[in-house]
């Protein structure tokens, strides 16, 4: 069982940067692929990025590309979501998820366990 807790969340203007954490439970952090996912108002859950298990692979959804960068610290169960030059469409509520299996995906029901979400606002 892995428990997720994610952090970091806020106010931030158009052009400023976040940084998200997720601090998981579990002895087995380290052997799971892990994403961020995030759901605006009135839209679905949507795929934002997502780290191997060594941290060697990430993938990113084509608006976050060059903006946003996901990393791991497989020592302090934590797995990071940095975000620069935010722009309003990033407001969302964001949600990490771990995934049981080897590889990553970028289709959220292939991810096991969720944590609660932590809101982003980016105001005009």
């Known amino acids: 069982q892995v428990t997720l807790v994610e952090s970091g969340g806020g106010l931030v203007q158009t052009g400023g940067s976040l940084r998200l954490s997720c601090a998981a439970s579990?002895?087995?952090?380290?052997?799971?692929?892990m994403a961020w996912f995030r759901q605006a108002p009135e839209k679905e859950r949507e795929f934002v990025a997502a780290i191997s298990w060594t941290g060697g692979g990430t993938y990113y959804v084509d608006s976050a590309k060059g903006r946003f960068s996901i990393s791991r610290d497989n020592a302090k169960n934590t797995v990071y979501l940095q975000m620069n030059s935010l722009k309003p469409e990033d407001t969302a509520v964001y949600y990490c998820?771990?995934?049981?299996?080897?590889?990553?995906?970028?289709?959220?029901?292939?991810?096991?366990?969720w944590g609660q979400g932590t809101q982003v606002t980016v105001s005009s």
């Open positions: 579990g002895r087995t952090f380290s052997s799971y692929p």
């Open positions: 998820a771990a995934r049981r299996g080897l590889t990553t995906s970028r289709v959220q029901y292939e991810y096991d366990y």
